[in-house]
């Protein structure tokens, strides 16, 4: 009898001790989503921005990279509406043909979400047009 009591009970402190590590590994998880804040989604997010491509080509801006706004999305993820003003369509594109539109603007939509070590920016949509335009 004494054997299978101390059987059960070491059975029962097993199954606690890994109910206990699991719930200790899901609360960090959770914690390292919510740590993700507004203001570092948008450091984030202006660094992906700049280091890509489309922003690269840009020979001339009036305006420089700005945020247009930072909001929570489903999940634990931030996206940022990001945009900068040139002074003619030529400029976005490093062409030489006549660009008779004055002060055209780019924007990116980027969204940044926690990863296990890191925090990930990944560019979701870029349109060009014209200042005031959609």
Excluded: D
């Excluded at 606690?16 to 590994?25: F, M, N, Q, S, T």
């Excluded at 594109?93 to 070590?117: D, K, T």
């Amino acid at each position: 009898m004494e054997a299978s009591g101390t059987r059960r009970f070491a059975c029962t402190a097993a199954v606690l001790a890994i109910a206990v590590a699991l719930a200790g590994g899901l609360s960090s998880g959770a914690a390292a989503r919510r740590s993700l804040t507004v203001q570092r989604a948008e450091r984030v997010a202006r660094e992906a921005v700049l280091a890509h491509r489309s922003y690269r080509q840009i020979t001339a801006t009036r305006s420089g990279l700005v945020t247009r706004a930072c909001w929570r999305s489903e999940g634990a993820g931030v996206r940022c509406s990001l945009y900068v003003v040139t002074p003619n369509a030529c400029a976005l594109r490093g062409g030489g043909a006549v660009c008779a539109q004055a002060l055209w603007q780019r924007r990116w939509l980027v969204e940044v979400r926690p990863e296990r070590h890191a925090t990930a920016a990944r560019i979701l949509k870029i349109s060009s047009g014209p200042l005031g335009g959609s």
